[in-house]
């Protein structure tokens, strides 16, 4: 079932139990009202006969027999019994029960006297009682009239119900009938009012089948309407798009720079095995090579399998940053680790000039993760200048800043832009060894103990790294 049709069914639902409700309220308060007034009526006659039989007052012994009293008990020349309704009967009994007039004498007019009301008149009480007279539904009240005293005469009035009856079956009748047609005309309103308001969502579904089967994340819902509910998830559908657009279109990148990593790392494993693979060729040649070029080969061979453990060591460091592997987070006082870094850098160049200049700051991070990144900025440092290399350490905030700035002749600007991707080395250092994957660690590095890493460079004046991490406060 869909949900237009069930929000029909709820409106329509809804509606037909307000109507129930209101129609049987208003059929109560309708038969309650006329059922009083009917009471009202003929509590007025009653009173309307009493005074007549209070002016007559015959003797009840004297009372005549039923098949002779129309002749001789006739009060319709009483002025008080002919304004009364003709639709009434009225009755007057003795005491004990017995007929003694009918005002306008008619022969008819036989509604008997129940037992329980005649014990009730008798004992100074009145009555109201339905019963079936000439196929007509009676309301009959009956009371006793008291003089002096004592129960002298008792008083009927009973009036049909056909009327009040007709009109309350036809009051039934009308209002479900107009509830029928109501509750039809409802539904059709409802299911075009249902089929508008559901039309956004209608649309929010073409579009997400639309995304589904073309991946096209571009798109996005229109939709013109009030800020209300379905305006509010249209807006959030929309949102939901554009993370969607930017998560596919980040995997779509990384899957690109993971078959460019692929195809980086084969290359740069392909030389090195090429070389080994020739070398062991050259060794099994019969005759054998001469004893020096053998040992030529051998030490070829072993700087190509150095080599190719310094690019595994490098990807596996670069594999655990990307892994999302955590490094330690603890004070680490920098002074220490920049004086150890600067020796070993010397100790590779001791004709190159490093100075340092660094304030005692603590930072909080991995030790053994900032001595890896200062070295490469050292090596990178000494590789592309001839000069001398200043490194500096200051407070900056609530960071520390390290910087290595050597005095070469700079970074080409399309190069700096590419400077921390992997495998990409420019066109100055092409006939430098190294795999282009200094920097990237590096970066990762840095990034992993929640810091930032930039390179600066002017033509002609050098470059300059900068590392900013976040200082310990104990």
Same mark, same amino acid.
């Given at each position: 079932?869909?949900?237009? *049709?069930?929000?029909?069914? *709820?409106?329509?639902?809804?509606?037909?139990?307000?109507? &129930?409700?209101?129609?049987?309220?208003?059929?109560?308060?309708?038969?309650?009202?006329?059922?009083?007034?009917l009471k009202r009526d003929l509590e007025r006659s009653s009173e309307r006969l009493e005074e007549t039989v209070l002016r007559?007052?015959?003797?009840?012994?004297?009372?005549?027999?039923?098949?002779?009293?129309?002749?001789?008990?006739?009060?319709?020349?009483?002025? &008080? $019994?002919?304004?009364?309704?003709?639709?009434?009967?009225?009755?007057? $009994?003795?005491?004990?029960?017995?007929?003694?007039?009918?005002?306008?004498?008619?022969?008819?007019?036989?509604?008997?006297?129940?037992?329980a009301g005649l014990q009730a008149a008798q004992s100074g009480q009145t009555t109201w009682e339905t019963g079936e007279y000439q196929e007509q539904t009676m309301l009959i009240y009956t009371r006793p009239l008291v003089i002096n005293g004592e129960v002298r005469y008792i008083l009927q009035a009973a009036r049909p119900m056909t009327e009040r009856n007709r009109s309350l079956g036809f009051l039934?009748?009308? $209002?479900?009938?107009?509830?029928?047609?109501?509750i039809l005309v409802a539904f059709g309103i409802g299911w075009v009012l249902s089929g508008i308001t559901l039309q956004p969502i209608h649309r929010l579904t073409k579009t997400a089948q639309t995304i589904g089967e073309e991946r096209d994340f571009t798109r996005r819902v229109t939709y013109s309407g009030p800020q209300d509910e379905v305006g509010q998830l249209a807006t959030t559908f929309n949102a939901m798009l554009s993370r969607l657009q930017d998560a596919y279109q980040q995997v779509a990148h990384s899957l690109e720079m993971q078959r460019?990593?692929?195809?980086?790392?084969?290359?740069?494993?392909?030389?090195?095995?090429?070389?080994?693979?020739?070398?062991?060729?050259?060794?099994?040649?019969?005759?054998?090579?001469?004893?020096?070029?053998?040992?030529?080969?051998?030490?070829?061979?072993?700087?190509?399998?150095?080599r190719l453990i310094r690019l595994v060591n490098d990807l596996l460091v670069l594999a655990r940053a990307d892994a999302g592997?955590?490094?330690?987070?603890?004070?680490?006082?920098?002074?220490?680790?920049?004086?150890?870094?600067?020796?070993?850098?010397?100790?590779?160049?001791p004709a190159r000039d490093i100075r340092l200049e660094a304030e005692?700051?603590?930072?909080?991070?991995d030790r053994d993760a900032?001595?890896?990144?200062?070295?490469?900025?050292l090596d990178n440092a000494l590789k592309h200048s001839s000069g001398p290399v200043q490194v500096t350490a200051r407070r900056n905030g609530s960071q520390a800043e390290i910087r290595v700035q050597d005095f070469g002749p700079g970074i080409l600007p399309e190069t700096l832009e590419h400077i921390f991707d992997r495998f990409y080395r420019g066109e100055d250092s092409l006939t430098m060894p190294g795999f282009g994957l200094g920097l990237p660690i590096a970066k990762a590095l840095v990034e992993g103990m929640g810091g930032a890493i930039s390179m600066e460079s002017e033509m002609g004046k050098g470059s300059t790294l900068t590392l900013s991490i976040l200082r310990s406060q104990s």
């Open positions: 079932m869909s949900i237009r *049709l069930r929000f029909t069914l *709820l409106y329509n639902a809804i509606l037909a139990l307000t109507l &129930a409700v209101f129609g049987l309220s208003l059929y109560g308060v309708q038969a309650s009202t006329t059922y009083h007034a007559v007052d015959p003797d009840p012994s004297m009372a005549p027999p039923l098949d002779e009293y129309p002749q001789k008990m006739d009060y319709t020349g009483e002025q &008080a $019994f002919r304004d009364l309704p003709e639709r009434e009967i009225l009755r007057v $009994f003795d005491a004990n029960g017995a007929l003694v007039a009918s005002p306008f004498a008619r022969t008819g007019d036989s509604i008997p006297l129940s037992q039934t009748t009308a $209002f479900t009938a107009a509830s029928l047609l109501t460019d990593f692929v195809a980086d790392v084969s290359h740069e494993l392909r030389t090195p095995l090429t070389t080994l693979r020739g070398n062991l060729s050259l060794l099994r040649r019969q005759p054998p090579i001469p004893t020096e070029e053998r040992e030529d080969i051998l030490s070829d061979m072993t700087e190509e399998s150095d592997r955590s490094l330690s987070s603890e004070p680490v006082e920098i002074l220490p680790v920049l004086e150890e870094t600067c020796r070993q850098a010397r100790a590779l160049d005692a700051l603590t930072i909080q991070g900032l001595k890896q990144i200062l070295l490469i900025g």
